[in-house]
Every structure is written in C-alpha cells, then in structure tokens.
C-alpha cells in the first residue's frame, strides 16, 4: 500500500502489495444518462496497477462524470465498473481509493481547518470515529502536500491553489493505492502546481495507481504513461500521450476553463493534443454535441 508515512526518502513505509493482476479499475460498455441526455456513450477503460492514466477531452466531453460514475458517486445507466476486482458497492475497499473532486468552492465556504478537512477523509463506508493516531496521519498527508504549515488554517484563508491541495491530501490521508483527481491543477496558482507535480511523483515512485483528468498534460507529462480521450461521451483514443507541440499556452489557445479563477489562471508548458479525434482548443462539445 502507499503510505504517508516518512520512514523512507520518498515517504513510503510499506511497499504497495504485489500487482495479482487485477486492475484498478475496469469499466466495460458505461452509459451514463443526466437528464434527457445521453452523457457517457459505451465508455471502456482499464486502468492497471501502477499506471498513470491521464483522462482529457473538450469542456462537456464526459470527464468528470465518468470518474464520477468510476468511484460511485453517479450511478452507470448501463455498463460495469470494477475497482480492484469488486462491482461498484459495499464490496469495493474503499480505503484503498482517493478521489479528488474539481474544486468548483468544495471547502470555500465550509467553516473548518486544513486539518479538520484532512482528517474527514479518514471518515468512509462506517467508519464514523477518527482511527488512532488520525493526527499524525494528517500532519503527514498536509506534509505530502507542502502544507504542513497550514494545518490551523480555515480554508477560506487559503488560496484556491492551497485549498486544492488540502482536497488532496484529504484523499492521500487514507493512504490509498488508487487515486482519482479531476482536474486538479485547473486554476491553481503556480506554486500549487509546482508542489502538486512534486507530489504526484513521490507518489507515483511509490506504485500509486493514477487517473487524473486534465485539460493539459502541463507539469504532469513527464509522468503520464498513457492517454484516455473522451469525445461526445465516448472514447476516440486511448494510447501513447500525443507528441509534443511547441506554442500551446500562448494567444491561440483558448481553451476553456470553468472551474479557473480568472486572477490565477496558469498555462504551464504543455502538450497540445493532436488534430484529429482531439479536442481543438475552441471546441466545446456543448456547441458541437449531437
Ligand atoms: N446534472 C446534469 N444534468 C444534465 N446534464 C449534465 C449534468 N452534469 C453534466 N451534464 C452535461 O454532461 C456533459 C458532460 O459534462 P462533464 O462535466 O462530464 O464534462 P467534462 O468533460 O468534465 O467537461 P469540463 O472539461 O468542462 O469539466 C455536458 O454536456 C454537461 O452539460
């Protein structure tokens, strides 16, 4: 499993178990319906232990809710999921699975501290009592996070990048060996980005499990091993992350991102996806959907 702890240069204390094949996650033919429309359209995707899986597409292509629909929190029209070998429910371990949602205020307007948000994330299935030792659990994931020193904090006294790390390490107090993120980086400060992209490698060292959604590779590139891209709710590419192309991030990118605040909107260096089956940075699948 992945650990927090700090017993070793990369702050793992147990290795991860060993890899008896079964993947992540495996989801066969979803279908996801929200409202009259047909959102998820025959999505597969297997995620293998280990496997950094980057999951892009266009604003409205189905990102978020297919992870949504992957750790249960929205229920498949049709199709399966499997984490771990499990179906959706009671059978998942759920401890073994950190989800990080889009930020979109999740702890702007909510009255606590960075730790109190952390230590919430020990709280799954019925678990209702913080285990013992929560503390230095959560002094340790806010460490992981670059925010140690921000565990008294109330959330709302910290930047929208910070606030995005505390959602982190709410995940990452669980030591989970499958972490999902949803655009993670979107609209957060440089700094952020920076300690996220750092995290993610101590984590990624570890044997961690990864599905991000991204709208650029940005900082993370160097440690996606594959691409996932949702077109219209379905899948058009799932393979080698595309080639690099200098000049993304200047004028002609306009991708849009609506969960950024406008003042620390980043564009870090990135990998602009190809022609073709890809998103075109002014192609919404809202104004082109079907
Ligand atoms: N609750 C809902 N009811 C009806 N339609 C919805 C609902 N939530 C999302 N949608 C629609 O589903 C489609 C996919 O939305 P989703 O948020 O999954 O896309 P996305 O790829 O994550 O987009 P973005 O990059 O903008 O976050 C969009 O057309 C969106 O308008």
Redo the contacts with the bound molecule.
């Keep these: 499993m992945t650990s927090l702890a700090t017993d070793s240069p990369s702050g793992a204390g147990t290795p991860p178990p060993p890899d008896d094949g079964v993947p992540a996650i495996e989801a066969r033919d979803v279908h996801v319906r ?2 009259a ?1 047909p ?1 998820l359209r025959g999505v597969d995707l297997t995620v293998r232990r280990g496997e950094v899986v980057a999951l892009l ?1 266009a ?7 297919l992870v949504r629909t992957l750790v249960g929190v929205l229920p498949a029209t049709a199709g399966s999921v499997h984490l771990f070998g499990h179906a959706l429910g009671n059978d998942v371990p759920w401890a073994r699975v950190g989800y990080v949602p ?1 930020r979109v205020s999740a702890v702007a307007g909510v009255p606590s501290t960075a730790a109190e948000v952390v230590a919430s994330g020990l709280l799954h299935g019925r678990r209702l009592r913080l285990p013992r030792g929560w503390r230095s659990s959560v002094r340790e994931a806010l460490d992981l996070v670059g925010l140690a020193d921000r565990a008294r904090y109330a959330t709302h006294q910290l930047s929208g990048g910070q606030q995005q790390r505390v959602l982190i390490a709410r995940a990452l107090v669980r030591r989970p060996e499958l972490l999902v993120l949803d ?1 993670p980086v979107a609209g957060v400060d440089r700094p952020s980005q920076e300690a996220f992209a750092a995290t993610m490698t101590r984590l990624v060292a570890d044997g961690m499990t990864v599905l991000v ?1 991204l ?1 650029e590779l940005g900082e993370l590139a160097p440690l996606v091993q594959r691409c996932v891209v ?1 077109r219209h709710g379905k899948v058009v590419h799932d393979g080698a992350p595309p080639t690099p192309r200098p000049g993304h991030g200047g004028e002609a990118h306009e991708h849009v991102h ?2 950024a605040h406008p003042r620390t909107v980043q564009r870090p260096e990135d990998v602009r996806l190809a022609d073709g089956p890809f998103e075109r940075p002014d192609d919404t ?2 104004e082109v ?1 079907r």
């Design positions: 929200l409202g429309s959102v597409g604003n409205g292509s189905g990102k978020s809710t889009q655009e959604v709208h949702l609506p969960h699948e809202d959907a």
